[in-house]
């Protein structure tokens, strides 16, 4: 390229920039209306000082948020390339919904506890924070608008988010202090990293794992219903070791890898894997829907006696256990499992039987219905990167 080119390029880098930093601008306002809104609204039902807590809060939020989107406005580019995009995209303003959400969230630390429908607040914002965060990434993909951007965005913001929800279930008595290092797990992975950088120790790179990623999609979806105001602090507390467990063997496995106390391409390693595998995803899972089968049939079966249940909910809960024990749509039936061993604890007290169904659950949610699984059409959905588009069929 001639210096006559590069300087061409040069002046469009930064002309696109500066668009970008205006764009920023009208991000902060959008913010800054929100968050005005949202503390005149938490004005009117908690007090002057509790309310100004709320909007601090808030605001610090937003700022960290700010400050990580105007230093990486430099990298709106797809990550092969170097060329700006001019516009930070719909995926991108999806991201930033996501902040904005996190933001609202983050008001309600260290805030005396929401009563009424205030209480769904925190939950709500959460969910909805949750439920875009799976959307972003499609709309990116489907537009050919990846980013570097978009994946700093994405990483940062999750990480805020989760940290975030994690401190208000601390807050509420709904998780138990120690997940507030769940919470800040990525954190301190890079941490750690960074520590063995200093020392002169190697960092191995990380194995791709599609597992990675399910485990902290369903992680942070148990972290936005926990966060529901229905939840006694006994179950809450129970069901938070028990989606705790899969998270902390993915991150202890992963720094095995990075410290090279594990080889992932050696072949014991490989064969440990694959019988490990073979076990956890095949064998267990059956095991989990014939047992939880059971159980759900003794515990649901006395209420179906009763005059609290009306013939549709009967056959609505008999489909659900027949799904879960045949394999149909099995994530789905798990999750459905999980709510009714979940609601039962509540009203009847957290005994071995509705604990045991909820481990159950929680077991298939993570792994799938394992061996002779009838039909399981969401195994595409839950491991495929959706919007992906070939060159072919574009």
């Known amino acids: ?47 002057a000082p509790d309310a100004a807590r709320w909007l601090l809060l808030a ?24 060329v700006l995009f001019p516009t930070l995209g719909m995926a991108n303003g999806m991201t930033l919904a996501r902040g904005l959400l996190t933001c609202l969230m983050a008001g309600f630390l260290f805030g005396p506890q929401p009563q009424g429908a205030l209480a769904w607040a925190p939950a709500i914002l959460y969910m909805a924070e949750r439920v875009i ?21 994405d990483m940062e913001f999750d990480g805020l988010g989760i940290l975030i ?18 919470g800040l797990g990525r954190q301190l992975f890079v941490l750690g990293m960074w520590i063995r950088t200093r020392l002169g120790k190697p960092n191995f790179d990380m194995t791709a794992s599609d597992h990675r990623r399910v485990i902290a999609g369903i992680q942070t979806s148990f972290i936005a219903v926990v966060l529901w ?13 028990l989606f705790a467990v899969p998270l902390v063997l993915s991150f202890v496995r992963d720094w095995f890898v990075v410290s090279g106390v594990l080889a992932p391409l050696s072949a014991p390693y490989r064969r440990v894997r694959r019988d490990a595998k073979r076990v956890v995803e095949q064998w267990l899972p ?20 009763s005059e609290q249940w009306n013939v549709w909910a009967i056959l609505l809960t008999g489909l659900m256990i027949v799904c879960f024990l045949l394999g149909i749509l099995s994530r789905g039936a798990a999750l459905a499992i999980a709510f009714l061993a979940g609601f039962h604890a509540v009203h009847a007290g957290l005994n071995p039987d509705n604990a045991l169904l909820l481990a159950c659950a929680v077991l298939v949610l ?3 219905g394992g061996m002779l699984a009838l ?20």
């Not at 605001?59 to 170097?82: G, K, S, Y």
């Not at 965060?133 to 965005?153: C, M, Q």
């Not at 929800?165 to 769940?182: D, M, N």
């Not at 003794?298 to 179906?304: D, G, Q, R, S, V």
């Open 286 to 305: 059956l095991v989990a829907r014939a047992g939880g089968t059971a159980l759900a049939i003794l515990l649901l079966w006395p209420l179906a006696e």
């Open 133 to 153: 965060d799976f959307f972003d990434g499609f709309v990116a993909r489907y537009t050919r608008r990846e980013s570097k951007l978009g994946g700093i965005l």
């Open 165 to 182: 929800a994690v401190g208000l279930g601390i807050q509420y008595g709904r998780l138990p202090v120690w997940y507030l290092i769940l």
């Open 375 to 394: 039909w399981q059409p969401e195994e595409y959905y839950v491991h495929a990167k959706l919007g992906t588009r070939n060159e072919a069929s574009a």
């Open 1 to 47: 390229m001639t210096g006559q080119g590069q300087l061409a390029d040069r002046a469009t880098h930064d002309r696109r920039l500066a668009s970008l930093r205006r764009q920023w601008l009208w991000v902060a306002a959008a913010y800054l209306i929100v968050l005005g809104s949202g503390y005149a609204g938490i004005l009117r039902v908690w007090p």
């Open 366 to 368: 993570h792994t799938g």
């Open 59 to 82: 605001v610090a939020t937003m700022l960290v948020q700010m400050v990580i989107l105007w230093w990486a406005l430099q990298f709106n580019h797809r990550p092969d390339e170097a």
């Open 229 to 241: 105001p229905t939840w006694t602090v006994e179950v809450a507390m129970f069901t938070a070791w």
